[in-house]
């Protein structure tokens, strides 16, 4: 089943959380929607399981007109960060919930229980009551509710938001080898970058109610289509500058070949600390740095330099590289910008 959103509005007195919101989620695709806390995510999200009406626009499941069907028809499955589980009922209880509301037989109940267990990989587990389980199990028994019905599209609104780092790896892994086996169209909301690059196929960025950009990861990490997008997904650092000629712009000994751009249009540049070159002797088209802090990220080595007018930026370098060069704090470097992205602000 695919999902067709289009022109999605909604406002909650004067304040607008949805703006004109349009997009395509293709059969069977694991796709995430990306943007900080309060981006209008989970209302979007709400509004496409029914849980919230539009002010306008429409929604449209496998092409069929469901802006105003009710949830239960709408054959979708959803997990939120509180979705609780019915703490009084077993976790078989809770898995079979939707299949009781919609009255199958016992026999065939049991058997997709069963099945459903195996495939969050809780065998054995099926008399415990949530308080015996562990978070990371909680949420798998809540999406194994969620699929137990069969839903052609599951909806998950930072499932795993309330788990510790080390379990939300573990889940992200496992979600999707999940997505890989049942195969069921899949929108997840969050505001965990690393979450959306790494399992989704495309990710919609969301900021204040508006989708800035769609694509897959590499498309957003690489071309970031607004400055917003740019400074939200990965590190980076920026510049403010201008025009110094037609098509350049300077910043010290830096040059930047832009286009579309009017002199005297404030023009920031982004660039990821990977994307600095740092060497101990001047090269061309470099300018100087002084090393305020040096920062250990495993493989790698975080620097902060002071380039000079209050700014300064973060570099990561191999580790092998630093150590060999010897960088250390209070030291002068030269840097280089390998790649850059550059907006109007
Ligand atoms: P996100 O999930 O991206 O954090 P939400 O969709 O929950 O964002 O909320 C977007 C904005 O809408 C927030 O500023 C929130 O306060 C507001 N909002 C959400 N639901 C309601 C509501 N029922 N009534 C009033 N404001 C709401
Ligand atoms: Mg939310």
């Known amino acids: 089943m695919s999902i067709d959103v289009k022109n999605l509005n909604k406002k909650f007195g004067a304040f607008v959380a949805v703006n004109n919101v349009s997009f395509h989620v293709k059969t069977g695709s694991l796709t995430a929607i990306l943007g900080p806390s309060g981006s209008g995510k989970s209302t979007l999200l ?25 949830v239960k028809d709408r054959n979708v499955g959803f997990v939120f960060q509180h979705y609780a589980l019915f703490k009084h009922m077993t976790v078989a209880e809770n898995i079979a919930f939707g299949l009781n509301v919609r009255k199958r037989n016992r026999e065939e109940t049991r058997e997709r229980v069963q099945e459903l267990l195996h495939l969050v990989q809780l065998e054995g587990l099926d008399k415990r009551y949530p308080s015996q389980l562990s978070g990371g199990q909680k949420q798998r028994v809540a999406l194994a509710r969620a699929l137990a019905p069969r839903p052609q599209v599951l909806l ?30 899949t929108l997840f909301v969050t ?12 990710i919609l960025v969301m900021n204040k109610g508006s989708i800035e950009q769609e694509g897959t990861a590499l498309d957003i990490f690489d071309h970031p289509a607004s400055h917003f997008v740019a400074q939200f997904v990965g590190e980076t650092n920026y510049i403010e500058a201008s025009l110094c000629e037609p098509e350049l712009v ?16 404030k023009i920031r ?13 001047p090269e061309t088209l470099q300018v100087k740095g002084v090393i305020t802090e040096t920062r ?35 030291e002068e470097v030269f840097l280089g910008i390998t790649a850059f992205h550059s907006f109007r602000v």
Not at 46 to 67: F, K, N, P, V, Y
Not at 306 to 327: H, W
Request: some cysteine; aromatic content about 10%.
């Open 269 to 281: 540049i982004y660039f990821r600390p990977n994307d600095v070159y740092v060497s101990p002797t």
């Open 156 to 185: 998950l609104d930072e499932p795993f938001g309330a788990l510790d780092a080390k379990v939300r790896d573990e889940l992200r892994e496992w979600i999707t080898h999940l997505h890989k086996e049942t195969n069921v169209t």
């Open 296 to 330: 250990f990220r495993g493989p790698l080595i975080e620097l902060t330099l002071d380039i000079g007018e209050d700014k300064f930026i973060t570099a990561l370098i191999p580790k092998g590289v630093a150590l060999a060069s010897g960088y250390k704090k209070g």
């Open 46 to 70: 709400r509004i496409i399981s029914g849980l919230e009406t539009a002010d306008s626009g429409e929604i449209h499941l496998t092409g069929a007109e469901s802006t105003y069907q009710s």
């Open 191 to 202: 505001h965990d970058q690393h979450e959306a690059l790494e399992i989704a196929d495309r």
């Open 250 to 265: 300077c910043w010290g000994s830096f040059k930047f070949s832009v286009n579309g751009y009017k002199m005297g249009d």
